[in-house]
């Protein structure tokens, strides 16, 4: 038993979230728009107005949690390759920059006629929107690698961790992106279908990532296995199986497949969608939470 | 050259002068300790307590043993901590092999605490530093090392007196001379025979410890049973050493969900959707 070291509290794993959060918002939206031909446009807008905000409070969070957040440009004026805290800090500056200013930029202006001369600079928006949302990938990898390379056996005994947390972010960014679509004047339901079909998929897949990581860290036997009886059948059981697995992720599942079998017939009702997407993001955020404070249990 | 403390387990007899040593050396404050019924003094390493024994009690069918060990930062000869912090301020010294803290340029986030693969993370955070210290310091009287608040605090391998021909305060004191210090070649040669001479008394499972995949560490123990006995890992890695596959990883899975979700479910809209606005 190791005590006195809970340093890391939930100001972290709220980073944490955000910072995959706000990855995801960008390449989520890139991707609905690139592979619809367009057809989805509004969706990698919604997204890309959504990522400086989330970047902003994430960051702010990260500083406030340093004992000495006056002293945070020593991680800026540091290059560090081995240290993903360092890696983290490049990526989301560039992340921050092309997918949080510049795109959401051109949006504006086409948008609100603000910064005339991004008008219509189709390819340039284009270009950016595609670095961020490769950056965006980046920073929603960073935050798993970052707690994956510890030696804290929940999150460093597998290399799993990664995919889950990506996953988990990406739900999260289509959930907030359709929480948006649905408050709009004019709905658009099409949109809001594909993007309620889509995150059921995702949410499918990080379902079978928890598997993966759970089974890898039960074989590896010893501390890992420890680590993960913690939260199937431990102090962390009910975090795990209300909060997240039903709450975060089968209830939304639900909500979605049911909006999707009668989207044919009538409009899903609005309400059912905005549940669907609040429980999405408040199971990543526990999603984070139970890896936090799940992982202090066995060290 | 690489230097190296060595610790013998076998000799040994948890007196903790080593404990008051690095307190006095360093000019640490006593710990407040509860009195547990056990020989216990400080429970854990924290930011003024960088050396502790620890008592480990095991039952085995034909007695009982009551096993001291040393817990103190191993000064790995790759240090995971140095790796993780991304403010560069975790220095291995090149001369001593020891791993050291540079308090001016830690910012306290404790990503070396969580890497550290030993004793639940060796660095240990420290909020304030106390009135005596600042006393101390005021009176202009000297503290190996510095003190900064709010950063992260470890054993400095009292790297001080060994630039200055001394052993490091802990293993001068060691009155049973369990605690060695020399060049790193020298002890190992010294636990290697320590241990075959304790195989020869019955001492089945002595052994050096000396975990390669941390590439070795500068603090080598001789033990008397399995290292997990002791609460060290049996094969401690450098926790970034597989930071590439868990990229991978990760990139992986943004791999599939671009591919299944987005790509089929998106690209749908492009032939049935097409103008639908
Ligand atoms: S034991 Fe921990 S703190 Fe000490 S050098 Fe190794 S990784 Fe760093
Ligand atoms: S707590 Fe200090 S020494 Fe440790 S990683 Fe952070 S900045 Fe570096
Ligand atoms: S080497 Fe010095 S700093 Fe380290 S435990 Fe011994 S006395 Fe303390």
Same mark, same amino acid.
């Given at each position: 038993m190791h005590e006195g070291t809970h340093y890391w509290h939930y100001l972290l794993a709220i980073y944490l979230f955000l910072g995959g959060l706000a990855g995801a918002c960008a390449y989520s939206g890139t991707f609905a728009e690139a592979f619809s031909k367009g057809r989805y446009k509004n969706l990698a807008k919604i997204g890309s107005y959504c990522v400086l905000p989330i970047i902003a409070l994430g960051l702010l969070i990260l500083v406030v949690d340093l004992a000495r957040p006056l002293y945070f440009?020593?991680?800026?004026?540091?290059?560090?390759?081995?240290?993903?805290?360092s890696q983290g800090v490049w990526i989301l500056t560039i992340f921050a920059i092309t997918g949080g200013v510049i795109t959401p930029a051109f949006f504006l202006a086409e948008d609100r006629g603000i910064l005339p001369f991004l008008k219509g600079k189709e390819g340039a928006r284009k270009l950016f929107q595609w670095i961020g949302a490769i950056f965006g990938i980046l920073t929603a990898g960073y935050t798993g690698v970052l707690l994956a390379v510890k030696s804290?056996?929940?999150?460093?005994?597998?290399? !799993? *961790?990664?995919? @889950?947390? &990506?996953?988990?972010?990406?739900?999260?960014?289509?959930?907030? #992106?359709?929480l948006i679509a649905n408050m709009q004047a004019k709905k658009d339901e099409v949109a809001m279908g594909a993007l309620e079909k889509a995150d059921s998929i995702v949410i499918v897949i990080e379902l079978i990532a928890f598997a993966v990581l759970l089974i890898a860290l039960s074989g590896a036997g010893g501390l890992a296995a420890d680590a993960a009886a913690v939260i199937v059948s431990?102090?962390?059981? !009910? *975090?795990?199986? @209300?909060? &997240?697995?039903?709450?975060?992720?089968?209830?939304?599942?639900? #909500?979605?497949l049911y909006s999707a079998s009668v989207a044919k017939k009538a409009h899903p009702p609005a309400g059912l969608t905005t549940l669907a997407s609040v429980l999405v993001l408040v199971g990543g955020l526990l999603v984070r939470w139970l890896f936090m404070y799940g992982g202090h249990v066995v060290r | 050259m690489a230097k190296a403390i060595l610790y013998d387990a076998s000799?040994?007899?948890?007196?903790?002068a080593c404990y008051v040593a690095c307190k006095q050396w360093n000019v640490l404050a006593a710990a407040e300790v509860k009195k547990l019924g056990t020989y216990y003094n400080a429970l854990d390493l924290d930011g003024t307590t960088w050396n502790l024994i620890d008592f480990i009690e095991k039952d085995e069918p034909d007695r009982f043993r009551w096993l001291f060990i040393s817990k103190r930062c191993m000064h790995c000869a790759e240090p995971s901590c140095v790796n993780v912090c991304a403010a560069g301020a975790i220095k291995k010294d090149l001369e001593t092999g020891f791993v050291l803290v540079d308090q001016d340029v830690c910012i306290g986030c404790k990503n070396c605490h969580y890497a550290c693969p030993f004793w639940g993370g060796v660095p240990r955070f420290r909020g304030e530093i106390s009135e005596d210290e600042k006393e101390w310091l005021a009176h202009g009287k000297k503290i190996p090392g510095k003190r900064v608040a709010g950063t992260v605090y470890k054993c400095r391998g009292c790297i001080d007196r060994v630039q200055n021909g001394l052993t490091p305060a802990c293993v001068k004191t060691c009155p049973p001379g369990a605690l060695q210090f020399g060049e790193k070649e020298e002890m190992l040669a010294i636990a290697e025979a320590r241990v075959a001479a304790l195989k020869e008394r019955g001492e089945a499972k002595a052994q050096v410890y000396n975990p390669s995949g941390v590439g070795g560490t500068a603090v080598t123990y001789i033990l008397l049973d399995d290292p997990e006995t002791y609460g060290l890992p049996a094969d401690p890695r450098v926790s970034t050493a597989d930071m590439l596959t868990k990229w991978i990883m990760g990139l992986i899975a943004a791999g599939i969900l671009t591919v299944v979700p987005f790509w089929m479910v998106f690209k749908a809209a492009e032939a049935e959707g097409k103008g639908g606005e």
């Open positions: 440009w020593h991680f800026i004026i540091t290059c560090r390759p081995s240290s993903v805290m804290v056996p929940l999150w460093s005994a597998t290399p !799993f *961790l990664p995919m @889950v947390f &990506v996953a988990s972010a990406t739900s999260t960014g289509l959930a907030l #992106i359709l431990g102090e962390y059981a !009910f *975090l795990f199986w @209300v909060g &997240v697995v039903l709450i975060g992720l089968l209830a939304p599942l639900a #909500i979605e | 000799k040994c007899t948890a007196c903790r």
